[in-house]
């Protein structure tokens, strides 16, 4: 029989171990978050207990303590007497209601702070004193009330009509039922605290979802289209450009569930085209992280685009703009063992570009030359392994784990991704694909791509012709 239609009746036939796994992969199970810093705020509008002024709302109302006659009678209400703008909350007796002696009473209110990073309350206030004095504490709780700490003790003895900021950090008390209260107490006293533009502002946590994403688990790459496969499921694919192979026996985090396969590249470089990001905005940020088991070879670029790009030269590493030039750190102990990158590209400015080895932040200098920050912008097209502009940087060592932000990470955020691990895919044991020219009756014939148990081509001409 002709070696020809051997190969195409039995192309691609692979053994596998046991049941054969099939990943699906489900794309990002979890929506992107908002990264931007949110409020919770009140600042009087009218007379209600109800009102909420800032980008998220509080988790209920103003709830008195002490009395319970509502926001336009006692001690504690909403009025528009020396406020900011409209009303504000106020806490004493009001002039020409006879002067009177409370202890504890005013009002508290819930916030949902559940997740948040960081939190800030603040609020402005002011004091009119008619008859005697008045001390107002301010509390916070992140247990919804049961237990409380004082922030700060007001004694109003004298007026004073400027409007007085206040700030606290409440970071350690971010809760789902964080609440804020203020309590009065006074004897004999025609007097008022007002306080105005309250507002808690807070970093929610957010979980960055990669634009793109590349974990080099193919079985093989020869230069085709698409064969490197996004995994982010926004179908970036790319393809190799120079000397990259899928390989996975020594990978960065070890184990069914690690980092598998890699990248393998010997003067290697990929390509991903049509990358939807911002590519002329000063200040607009992208980050690349990855994980290089890097060879030592000097002059050679992990990242690049057209001309902006990460690379390891002269014993530094870090960000060259293609004028001779490199902004970084020393790259001493990099070479021959596998390290986490985070790089982060500012278009119009490398002294605003972050690295980030291990999860740890460099602090990054000139050591070569000046950037041209013309340029220092991002494009559409990356080369994993080396520069849009030449070939003669492609890299050498192993890549894995590639993902592309189109915005700057937060190094808890750099952390997060470089513990994450994902079940390696189902491997076989021997994989024959017949891709060879010619078979004769030699051993090894057919070439197994796996453990090497390469084949022998048997040829029994009398059975075939006769089945015909
Ligand atoms: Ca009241
Ligand atoms: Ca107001
Ligand atoms: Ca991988």
Same mark, same amino acid.
């Given at each position: 029989?002709?070696?020809?239609?051997?190969?195409?009746?039995?192309?691609?036939?692979?053994?596998?171990?046991?049941?054969?796994?099939?990943?699906?992969?489900?794309?990002?199970?979890?929506?992107?978050?908002?990264?931007?810093?949110?409020?919770?705020?009140?600042?009087?509008?009218?007379?209600?207990?109800?009102?909420?002024?800032?980008?998220?709302?509080?988790?209920?109302?103003?709830?008195?303590?002490?009395?319970?006659?509502?926001?336009?009678?006692?001690?504690?209400?909403?009025?528009?007497?020396?406020?900011?703008?409209?009303?504000?909350?106020?806490?004493?007796?009001?002039?020409?209601?006879?002067?009177?002696?409370?202890?504890?009473?005013?009002?508290?209110?819930?916030?949902?702070?559940?997740?948040?990073?960081?939190?800030?309350?603040?609020?402005?206030?002011?004091?009119?004193?008619? &008859? !005697?004095?008045?001390?107002?504490?301010? *509390? @916070? %709780?992140?247990?919804?009330?049961? $237990?409380? /700490?004082?922030?700060?003790? #007001?004694?109003?003895?004298?007026?004073?009509?400027?409007?007085?900021?206040?700030?606290?950090?409440?970071?350690?008390?971010?809760?789902?039922?964080?609440?804020?209260?203020?309590?009065?107490?006074?004897?004999?006293?025609? &007097? !008022?605290?007002?306080?105005?533009?309250? *507002? @808690? %502002?807070?970093?929610?946590?957010? $979980?960055? /979802?990669?634009?793109?994403? #590349?974990?080099?688990?193919?079985?093989?790459?020869?230069?085709?289209?698409?064969?490197?496969?996004?995994?982010?499921?926004?179908?970036?694919?790319?393809?190799?450009?120079?000397?990259?192979?899928?390989?996975?026996?020594?990978?960065?985090?070890?184990?069914?569930?690690?980092?598998?396969?890699?990248?393998?590249?010997? $003067?290697?470089?990929?390509?991903?085209?049509?990358?939807?990001?911002?590519?002329?905005?000063?200040?607009?940020?992208?980050?690349?992280?990855?994980?290089?088991?890097?060879?030592?070879?000097?002059?050679?670029?992990?990242?690049?685009?057209?001309?902006?790009?990460?690379?390891?030269?002269?014993?530094?590493?870090?960000?060259?703009?293609?004028?001779?030039?490199?902004?970084?750190?020393?790259?001493?102990?990099?070479?021959?063992?596998?390290?986490?990158?985070?790089?982060?590209?500012?278009?119009?400015?490398?002294?605003?570009?972050?690295?980030?080895?291990?999860?740890?932040?460099?602090?990054?200098?000139?050591?070569?030359?000046?950037?041209?920050?013309?340029?220092?912008?991002?494009?559409?097209?990356?080369?994993?392994?080396?520069?849009?502009?030449?070939?003669?940087?492609?890299?050498?060592?192993?890549?894995?784990?590639?993902?592309?932000?189109?915005?700057?990470?937060?190094?808890?955020?750099?952390?997060?991704?470089?513990?994450?691990?994902?079940?390696?895919?189902?491997?076989?044991?021997?994989?024959?694909?017949?891709?060879?020219?010619?078979?004769?009756?030699?051993?090894?014939?057919?070439?197994?791509?796996?453990?090497?148990?390469?084949?022998?081509?048997?040829?029994?001409?009398?059975?075939?012709?006769?089945?015909?």
């Amino acid at each position: 029989m002709s070696s020809h239609l051997f190969h195409s009746l039995f192309k691609k036939i692979t053994t596998y171990v046991g049941i054969l796994v099939i990943l699906f992969w489900t794309g990002s199970v979890s929506s992107q978050t908002s990264c931007s810093v949110q409020s919770v705020a009140d600042d009087f509008t009218t007379n209600s207990y109800s009102q909420n002024s800032g980008s998220v709302n509080w988790s209920g109302n103003w709830t008195e303590i002490g009395e319970s006659d509502g926001v336009n009678s006692g001690v504690a209400r909403v009025n528009n007497s020396l406020c900011s703008d409209g009303s504000c909350l106020r806490l004493g007796i009001t002039s020409g209601s006879g002067a009177g002696t409370y202890n504890n009473v005013g009002v508290y209110r819930q916030v949902d702070l559940h997740g948040a990073s960081s939190a800030t309350l603040s609020f402005v206030y002011r004091s009119g004193v008619n &008859i !005697g004095d008045q001390t107002v504490v301010l *509390s @916070i %709780s992140n247990d919804g009330g049961a $237990s409380w /700490t004082s922030l700060r003790s #007001y004694y109003i003895g004298s007026t004073d009509t400027s409007a007085n900021s206040q700030s606290f950090d409440i970071s350690s008390y971010v809760a789902d039922n964080t609440q804020i209260r203020f309590l009065a107490s006074a004897n004999n006293a025609e &007097i !008022g605290m007002y306080i105005d533009d309250i *507002s @808690i %502002s807070y970093q929610p946590t957010c $979980s960055a /979802t990669p634009i793109a994403e #590349y974990r080099f688990e193919e079985t093989n790459w020869d230069g085709t289209a698409n064969e490197v496969l996004d995994y982010s499921g926004n179908n970036y694919h790319g393809r190799v450009t120079n000397g990259s192979t899928p390989k996975s026996s020594f990978p960065a985090l070890t184990g069914p569930l690690g980092t598998c396969g890699y990248a393998s590249q010997t $003067s290697g470089s990929i390509e991903i085209q049509g990358l939807p990001l911002d590519t002329t905005t000063d200040g607009v940020k992208t980050t690349i992280t990855f994980w290089m088991n890097w060879d030592g070879t000097s002059s050679i670029m992990p990242i690049g685009w057209s001309y902006h790009d990460l690379f390891l030269v002269r014993g530094g590493i870090g960000f060259n703009t293609g004028n001779a030039d490199l902004y970084g750190v020393s790259s001493a102990g990099l070479a021959n063992g596998w390290h986490h990158i985070a790089v982060e590209f500012t278009n119009g400015s490398v002294s605003q570009n972050r690295i980030h080895i291990d999860g740890v932040e460099q602090v990054l200098s000139q050591r070569t030359g000046s950037p041209n920050n013309d340029n220092t912008y991002v494009n559409s097209t990356l080369r994993i392994g080396g520069w849009i502009n030449s070939r003669s940087y492609d890299f050498y060592g192993l890549i894995d784990e590639v993902r592309i932000y189109d915005r700057e990470l937060s190094t808890a955020q750099i952390e997060t991704i470089m513990s994450e691990r994902h079940p390696c895919p189902a491997k076989p044991i021997a994989e024959y694909r017949f891709d060879e020219l010619l078979y004769n009756d030699l051993d090894n014939t057919v070439q197994e791509h796996v453990g090497g148990l390469n084949g022998q081509a048997g040829f029994r001409r009398c059975c075939y012709w006769q089945s015909v």
